[in-house]
């Protein structure tokens, strides 16, 4: 087998452990949480049925890429749940030092492209990069809404946490923008989320 062959495949093999890594957003039809690979999967779909809700025009391949390749460094730095503030202090030198790992596995042009997507969306400062980090907020609320807030309750989430973590990024999308708020509102008012 070709040395680049030979990393691509050991790139690949690296991400299954993706399918191990739990979340804390449950999915819908059954009693266990979400890896991060059903979630990459689910956001690279959101993306491509999403897409013309963006406020800017942007490339659905692009933004596909990096929400495939967003948690890949979670196979080294672990899961930090959203609202786990002390997780966060440490968060992004772990994440970093995963990228350099994962992404290392690859041929050097490969290497460079996936790690640039991940740092692009790490970054959030293209319109590639927020509409695809908007994604990455509305799949656990809808998932988490339509699930009672189950997740919300077992954390003992607040609306003000939820609505902080996702105000950032209404000027990405009107219509998702009014959806999300739809939801946290909604959810406070059913007892989901504290007041």
Excluded at 130 to 146: E, G, S
Excluded at 161 to 168: A, E, F, M, P, S
Excluded at 175 to 183: C, D
Aim: negative net charge.
């Amino acid at each position: 087998m070709k040395d680049r062959l030979k990393k691509q495949v050991e790139f690949m093999l690296e991400l299954d452990k993706m399918k191990n890594l739990y979340r804390q957003t449950y999915v819908l039809h059954e009693d266990r949480k979400e890896n991060d690979a059903e979630h990459s999967w689910h956001l690279a779909i959101l993306a491509f049925l999403l897409a013309e809700y963006s406020n800017e025009k942007i490339d659905v391949s692009h933004v596909m890429k990096m929400v495939l390749l967003h948690d890949v460094v979670e196979i080294d730095a672990g899961d930090t749940y959203c609202y786990d503030n002390e997780g966060y202090k440490s968060k992004a030198e772990r994440e970093e030092k995963a990228a350099q790992r994962i992404f290392g596995l690859l041929p050097e042009d490969q290497k460079n492209e996936f790690y640039t997507l991940w740092r692009e969306f790490e970054d959030s400062e293209t319109a590639d990069a927020r509409f695809a980090a908007m994604l990455d907020r509305i799949q656990p609320l809808l998932l988490n809404y339509t699930k009672d807030g189950i997740s919300w309750k077992e954390h003992g989430i607040h609306k003000e946490q939820v609505l902080n973590r996702n105000t950032d990024y209404f000027s990405e999308s009107d219509e998702l923008a009014e959806l999300i708020k739809y939801i946290i509102y909604d959810a406070a008012e059913k007892g989901w989320l504290k007041s």
